[in-house]
């Protein structure tokens, strides 16, 4: 059984990994060149009208980021 010490900790990270995919996101989207902290190939904004699957992705899929458009 998880204790609230490690519900926390797990919180914490989560909230952490959110927030620096939320940044990433932004940054992408405002037309910064990113790379991938995996393979460190630049980092792709595929959009709707150019894919079938939009989202931020690197050549290799290390990072892989699907995204909805309303």
Do not use: W
């Not at 909230?15 to 940054?27: C, M, P, R, V, Y």
């Not at 060149?33 to 992705?57: A, F, R, T, V, W």
Request: with cysteine; net charge positive.
């Amino acid at each position: 059984m998880i204790d609230i010490k490690q519900f926390s900790e797990l919180k914490k990270n989560s909230t952490k990994s959110f927030n620096d995919q939320k940044a990433l996101i932004k940054k992408v989207m405002s037309g910064r060149h990113m790379q991938c902290e995996i393979c460190g190939q630049p980092l792709l904004l595929m959009l709707p009208n150019d894919s079938d699957k939009p989202g931020i992705y690197c050549k290799k899929r290390c990072t892989d980021i699907n995204l909805d458009f309303c």
